[in-house]
């Protein structure tokens, strides 16, 4: 499931199911994960920092959400360890991680379990009850309209089954021993910007809080190094970024390229024009726990190298690949570790709720063909999701469901190293935007 609003391409934060959602309706879901660059632009590459601070307001109270299993750093530079494991919403096919945040120049810090990895969005985006009281993190400044000024920058994100609203907040942001500094993220429920724009407040349910979110954040490691690049530089769109005044009026607004929410590996010293997800596979019924690595660059170390890889460029503005399944070409494809389902048409494959659910497991076979040219094509499966549901486990790569479009999500990646490359980065296959595997 995929949206486009006002030119804007967004990829959906496709369907996530929690526990609670599998016993009451049988494997039906919602939410999920992603964003993509918009605005129609593709956006520039020039390195993003934000710049003079407008406040420094406490973000919120102490973290209050249950326990979740830390993701610890790493000892190799540019390796950093990612997770599928039980979640406290008890969500399947959720990639997770440790990140840390920091109060930009210092060594006041916070590391966030539980913030989902996703390849399908830019920028960094927690929950401002994941921030402790004494991290105060600079607010970055908004772009007043014309006759206002003292305005404070929020940000609206929107996804498949609602939206995420805050303060774009300056941070230093910390993973294995990669450092981006000062970028701006977003910081979801930030009490400095309590009123909801009404435009955001209508793109669905509101994911302000951590069993809502289903994650206590969302690190977009996508195909752009800012979350909406060109459009916003030079016109104020609606569901993007607002200058809201001390009242708590918010108004659409443009947005330096600086002061976007920056995808942080774009803004890495080393190894800053992609990464690779590396994760093992499992069998035909999952795994409970499933561990991995997102290795930062393309091409830049040893342990990055693209190898005899197939690279499909990608759509410069939207990121799109297309994907061909018997016989009918999808031009709005990608591939997406934020969606926890191989989501596509389908007329023939059984159906339960928002899932795939044939009386056996479905051998496929697409066919995903790059701006480029070039064409790959992956086979997967498709299993019934209430039989995997009911295995009690958490990392699936035959899990899918119903869409207008082809989301080559999780499941996708489970048994592969899947790279995405940055757009107009430079990489041993060229420049990005690209996905190879």
Sequence with gaps: ?????????????????????????????????????????????????????????????????????????????????????????????????????????????????????????????????????????????????????????GECSVFGTGFTWGAVRSADVRMASQLAPGIAIQVIADPSVPTVPSDCAASGLPMMTPSALRVNGILGVGLFSADCGGGCITSALPRWYYACDPTGSCTSTRQPLAQQVANPISQFALDNNGIVLDLPAVGPDGAATLNGSMIFGIGTQANNALGNATVLKANTTSGYVTTSLNGQPYSQSFFDSGSNGLFFPSTTLARCGFWWCPASTQSMMATVTGTNGASASPAFSIANAQTLFATQNYAFNNLGGPSNAFDWGLPFFVGRRVYTAIESRLTSAGKGPFYAF
Aim: hydrophobic share 35%; with cysteine.
């Design 1 to 153: 499931m995929n949206k486009v609003l006002m030119g804007a391409v967004r990829f959906a934060q496709t369907t996530i199911v929690t526990l609670a959602t599998l016993v009451t309706l049988a494997g039906c879901g919602g939410g999920g994960s992603s964003t993509t660059n918009a605005a129609g632009n593709s956006p520039q590459s020039t390195p993003a920092s934000p710049g003079a601070t407008a406040s420094s307001t406490p973000s919120a109270s102490a973290p209050a959400s249950a326990p979740v299993a830390t993701v610890p750093q790493s000892t190799t530079p540019n390796v950093h360890p990612v997770v599928v494991t039980s979640t406290p919403t008890q969500t399947r096919n959720m990639l997770t991680t440790s990140v840390t945040v920091c109060v930009p120049g210092t060594s006041n810090c916070v590391t966030i379990d539980n913030v989902q990895v996703d390849t399908g969005s830019q920028g960094l985006r927690v929950l401002a009850s994941q921030l402790p009281a004494s991290l105060e993190l600079p607010a970055v400044p908004a772009t007043p309209p014309a006759g206002t000024a003292n305005t404070l920058n």
